[in-house]
């Protein structure tokens, strides 16, 4: 049964805030590991067990050494512990762009996401399936359907219940409701706004979703590639009464929904940055809004920060017991030439050095 507050109301007040950025004064170091996919990969799905176990499902893939891209059907285990990157399940297509949450007991849920091209739908098409992934036995099986489009769409977990919080560019501006136990969906609202990208954080402290995200520009600012975008943050205090708040950052981000990890009372947006501040994490303070860039040594290995424009579309978790941020795959978009690169790296940011978040 859902909860009867489990519900978002409309805006009801806009405060505009302009918070000053500093930059730590600590520099972090990226470490690549032993592991590596094998292709490059991006829009991918992430979930963490809270132990060893690391799953990346489905993503956009590229051969390495070439350009050739295609669309993953695998489910892959990374193991913190032993440091190994494993297949250990399937969908029964090819899919990237959903959102995944897991239930605590060993369950894995993957909503919507984009499936392969099909000539008779001019393109792409979306899934408006619910899959259920259970790793003891490796099974992927269908059990739901969501109500409208949802890519690239952020959730979060409250209770027994997935709240996915649609309304990015590619997506339809709906929130939805999933029972991870009786897998019944309701919709609740339509968002207040749409965004071009946007992700999402729980902030367990005040019981309530923080939302990140860019707006929509107009045309005929479309010539502006690399102008600051507004993040708003939406949160609802127990899906019940909310605020708006436009915090503007010193960057820009993009291909941000599985890049945000949260450390106690801070939320790390992992990559995605422009101009100029790829060797940069945001740290945004989720009860002050104060926003720190810090410093990330090596953050894309083997790269020429000089000639990348944009590393972004990243999967990241936080491992708590080790204090670490692990991102896997990633793109990278270059000055030099217009095609775009995809990475199959893991890598961790060992939040040590900050000392208590």
Same mark, same amino acid.
């Given at each position: 049964?859902?909860?009867?507050?489990?519900?978002?109301?409309?805006?009801?007040?806009?405060?505009?805030?302009?918070?000053p950025s500093?930059?730590h004064?600590?520099?972090?170091?990226?470490?690549?590991?032993?592991?590596k996919f094998?292709?490059g990969l991006?829009?991918?799905?992430?979930?963490? #067990?809270?132990?060893?176990?690391?799953?990346?499902?489905?993503?956009?893939?590229?051969?390495?050494?070439?350009?050739?891209?295609?669309?993953?059907d695998?489910?892959?285990?990374?193991?913190?512990?032993? #440091?190994?990157?494993t297949?250990?399940?399937?969908?029964?297509?090819?899919?990237?762009?959903?959102?995944?949450?897991?239930? =605590?007991?060993?369950?894995?849920?993957?909503?919507?996401?984009?499936?392969?091209?099909d000539? #008779?739908?001019s393109?792409?098409?979306? !899934?408006?399936?619910?899959?259920?992934?259970?790793? !003891?036995?490796?099974?992927?099986?269908?059990?739901?359907?969501?109500?409208?489009?949802?890519?690239?769409?952020?959730?979060?977990?409250?209770?027994?219940?997935v709240?996915?919080l649609?309304? !990015?560019?590619?997506?339809?501006?709906?929130?939805?409701?999933?029972?991870?136990e009786?897998?019944?969906?309701?919709?609740?609202?339509?968002?207040?706004?749409?965004?071009?990208?946007?992700?999402a954080?729980?902030? &367990?402290?005040?019981?309530?979703?923080?939302?990140?995200?860019?707006?929509?520009?107009?045309? !005929?600012?479309?010539?502006?590639?690399?102008?600051?975008?507004?993040?708003?943050?939406?949160?609802?205090?127990?899906?019940?009464?909310?605020?708006?708040?436009?915090?503007?950052?010193?960057?820009?981000?993009?291909?941000?929904?599985?890049?945000?990890?949260?450390? =106690?009372?801070?939320?790390?947006?992992?990559?995605?940055?422009?101009?100029s501040?790829?060797?940069?994490?945001?740290?945004?303070?989720?009860?002050?809004? &104060?926003?720190?860039?810090?410093?990330v040594?090596?953050f894309?290995?083997?790269?020429?920060?000089?000639?990348v #424009?944009?590393?972004?579309?990243?999967s990241?978790?936080y491992? &708590?017991?080790?204090?670490?941020?692990?991102?896997?795959?990633?793109?990278?978009q270059?000055?030099?030439?217009?095609?775009?690169?995809?990475?199959?790296?893991?890598?961790?940011?060992?939040?040590?050095?900050?000392?208590?978040?």
């Open positions: 049964m859902f909860s009867s507050n489990l519900f978002i109301l409309l805006a009801t007040s806009l405060v505009l805030a302009n918070f500093v930059v004064s600590q520099t972090l170091e990226a470490v690549l590991t032993s592991s094998p292709y991006t829009f991918t799905g992430i979930a963490y #067990d809270g132990d060893d176990s690391i799953y990346i499902f489905g993503g956009l893939y590229q051969e390495y050494n070439s350009t050739t891209t295609g669309i993953s695998q489910i892959y285990r990374y193991s913190v512990v032993s #440091d190994t990157l297949p250990v399940g399937q969908f029964p297509n090819p899919i990237y762009g959903g959102s995944v949450e897991h239930d =605590g007991n060993g369950n894995y849920f993957y909503f919507g996401g984009n499936l392969p091209y000539p #008779d739908q393109g792409s098409t979306y !899934s408006l399936k619910i899959f259920k992934f259970t790793p !003891s036995d490796g099974q992927v099986v269908q059990v739901g359907t969501i109500l409208r489009y949802l890519f690239r769409s952020p959730c979060i977990r409250y209770n027994n219940t709240v996915i649609g309304s !990015s560019y590619y997506s339809d501006p709906a929130v939805f409701a999933f029972d991870m009786t897998h019944q969906v309701k919709w609740l609202r339509d968002m207040p706004q749409r965004y071009m990208d946007h992700t954080v729980w902030d &367990e402290a005040e019981n309530r979703a923080v939302v990140f995200g860019y707006k929509h520009r107009p045309a !005929s600012k479309s010539a502006e590639p690399n102008a600051v975008e507004p993040f708003t943050l939406y949160k609802p205090t127990g899906f019940g009464d909310n605020e708006v708040v436009d915090v503007i950052l010193p960057f820009s981000f993009t291909g941000l929904t599985q890049a945000t990890a949260v450390v =106690g009372r801070a939320a790390y947006v992992i990559g995605s940055q422009r101009p501040t790829s060797n940069y994490i945001a740290r945004v303070n989720l009860e002050t809004l &104060e926003v720190e860039r810090i410093y040594e090596n894309i290995p083997y790269y020429d920060l000089s000639d #424009d944009l590393f972004y579309i990243i990241a978790v491992v &708590e017991k080790l204090n670490r941020i692990y991102y896997f795959g990633g793109r990278l270059f000055y030099s030439f217009k095609h775009t690169q995809y990475i199959g790296d893991v890598a961790y940011i060992d939040l040590a050095p900050l000392g208590q978040n």
